[in-house]
């Protein structure tokens, strides 16, 4: 439940963010102050939160790591694994977010947006057929 309940507060935040920025008239004012309000802390705090308390990921991980840790696994032991997974999910978000957001990809995504979404539909409709037919 807090994790839902933080999505809704933190999505409800980030789409008005999202939408001064991209519908924000282009002086060089309106930018600058948009940059101050989306700041650094604020944007690693809200990645934490949604990766710390998403489900999915909690699911996933146990999933994962249920078949190394064993009962005689030392606490230095799951620390360690819980930091490699920390690292390599940090590290992922850090590049899809320069990629992602270098400024000559973003006005391309943006410009393919409705493509990009169609073509992850019909692939995930086409996984969801594969995965039915097994």
């Known amino acids: ?13 980030a789409s008005d963010r999202v939408r001064r920025l991209f519908f924000a008239s282009n ?5 600058n102050s948009l940059q101050q309000q989306l700041s650094l802390k604020q944007a690693a705090i809200d990645g934490f ?19 190394f840790v064993t009962p005689e696994s030392t606490v230095m ?10 690292l390599c999910d940090g590290i992922w978000y850090c590049l899809i977010a320069s990629v992602a957001g270098h400024g000559k990809v ?4 943006k410009k393919r947006a409705t493509l990009i979404n169609r073509l992850c539909g019909i692939l995930l409709i086409l996984v969801a057929l594969r995965i ?3």
Do not use: G
């Open 1 to 13: 439940m807090a994790y839902l309940r933080y999505q809704s507060q933190t999505f409800r935040n």
């Open 27 to 31: 002086t060089r004012n309106d930018h």
């Open 49 to 67: 939160l949604v990766s710390f308390l998403n489900p999915k990921i909690a699911v996933f991980l146990l999933a994962l790591f249920s078949q």
């Open 77 to 86: 032991t799951q620390v360690l694994m819980a930091a490699l997974a920390t």
């Open 106 to 109: 973003l006005p391309a995504l």
């Open 132 to 134: 039915l037919s097994m």
